[in-house]
């Protein structure tokens, strides 16, 4: 789960790396209120989960509250890369003399953590690491030795950062370690013209499987927006993924589902999330799906492709028909049942005669017929 930068930052301050003071709102009048507090001049900076934020006009200086309630206002709503702006955190502005970059990733290929950091933080560290690939420092951290202070202040030689910076390092380490996270990275990293260094933006990835044990993070899973789907999905136990496009694809085996995203987006349609319902399929199963997927204003058609294998086609179309029962359908869904017991699970849709279901024979006339559902007015 990636955390939002305002919550990366608690956990920041918690393990006492130097944060710029902060506050978020929900509206525009409490962008006003919290300005003044942060001492007028701030930053307002959007609180969605993904980079890139500043090219996207999502991070924004604002001289006084006035001006700070204004560019909130028009932050609301925004969308960045397909995140719509609900959270705006604003910050006290800091005077940066220098940014550097700095974080802890877990490389699966080396099967270690990796220290990464740079002195050219501030940008975009991908294209420093394309275009200046001796600019960043990739030191491998052994997590049963951790990062002592010997090694953090190895880590900043190496990247040419300040001395200054090593317990920062060390901070960020523990950060990874005690809160169970994947990924913890910060950038940029400042030296302020007052000479302090301070974490001026912060993305934290945290390792879902440590979930049980990090009972402090349960709240932040029903969050707004897109997080709610995924949120209400995981309460029910489903395999989901939101994406960004207006077809819902209910599918049998990841691998199917995964193709099935393909063939809609070979339709010119964008598939509006991954749902795998795995090998049960149960009407249970289906009917949460097709709750979660129609609760999505998005999704404008569901397409619902099964290939009967252990499980049988009419054992999927009885599932349907029973979570029809049970979910007001209020948008078009194509059902494409192919295998074990097909025409048989057929017939019981057939049966049925839903004004809202049809079917289809084919994997891709199927992603069709719901692609062309999708884009009717
Ligand atoms: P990102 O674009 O999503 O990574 O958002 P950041 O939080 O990294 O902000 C983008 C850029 O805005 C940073 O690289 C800084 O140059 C600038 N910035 C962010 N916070 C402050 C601040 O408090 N003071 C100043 N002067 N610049 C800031
Ligand atoms: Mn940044």
């Keep these: 789960m990636d955390l939002y930068e305002y919550q990366a930052r608690e956990l920041f301050a918690d393990h006492g790396i130097p944060v710029s003071a902060a506050e978020t709102v929900r509206s525009p009048q409490e962008a006003r209120a919290a300005a003044e507090r942060l001492g007028g001049r701030v930053v307002v900076k959007a609180q969605v989960k993904t980079g890139g934020r500043g090219k996207a006009g999502g991070v924004k200086l604002a001289s006084d509250p006035a001006a700070a309630e204004l560019t909130a206002r028009q932050m609301f709503g925004m969308d960045i890369k397909g995140h719509t702006v609900r ?6 502005t800091v005077d940066i003399e220098r940014e550097f970059y700095a974080s802890y990733v877990l490389d699966r290929a080396a099967g270690t953590f990796l220290a990464i950091a740079s002195a050219e933080g501030g940008m975009e560290i991908e294209e420093v690491a394309a275009t200046r690939p001796e600019a960043v420092a990739r030191i491998p951290v052994d997590p049963a030795e951790g990062v002592t202070e010997a090694r953090a202040a190895e880590i900043a030689v190496a990247a040419g950062l300040p001395a200054d910076t090593a317990p920062v390092l060390r901070g960020l380490w523990q950060v990874l370690v005690r809160e169970d996270a994947l990924l913890v990275e910060v950038n ?11 974490a001026l933006d912060g993305k934290v990835t945290l390792d879902d499987n440590a ?4 009972e402090r ?3 932040s899973r029903r969050d707004s927006g897109t997080d709610a789907l995924e949120a209400a999905a995981a309460e029910r136990g489903l395999n989901y993924v939101k994406l960004d496009g207006e077809v819902g694809v209910i599918g049998n085996g990841a691998g199917l589902v995964m193709s099935t995203l393909d063939v809609v987006a070979g339709c010119g349609a964008r598939p509006a999330n991954f749902l795998d319902i795995g090998g049960g399929a149960s009407a249970q199963v289906m009917a949460d799906g097709l709750a979660v997927i129609l609760s999505d204003p998005d ?4 397409f619902v492709n099964v290939f009967g294998g252990i499980t049988a086609c009419d054992a999927v179309a009885e599932g349907i028909v029973r979570a029809l029962e049970s979910v007001a359908l209020t948008k078009p869904l194509v059902v494409r049942l192919d295998g074990n017991s097909a025409a048989r699970g057929r017939r019981i849709l057939e049966d049925r005669a839903h004004p809202l279901v049809q079917q289809a024979t084919t994997m891709d006339g199927a992603a069709r017929q719901a692609a062309v559902l999708a884009h009717a007015e």
């Design 87 to 92: 959270t705006v955190m604003l910050a006290e």
């Design 188 to 198: 940029p990293l400042v030296r302020a013209a007052d000479g302090r260094i301070v």
């Design 211 to 214: 979930r049980f044990r990090q």
């Design 217 to 219: 993070w349960g709240e």
């Design 299 to 302: 999704v404008r058609s569901v």
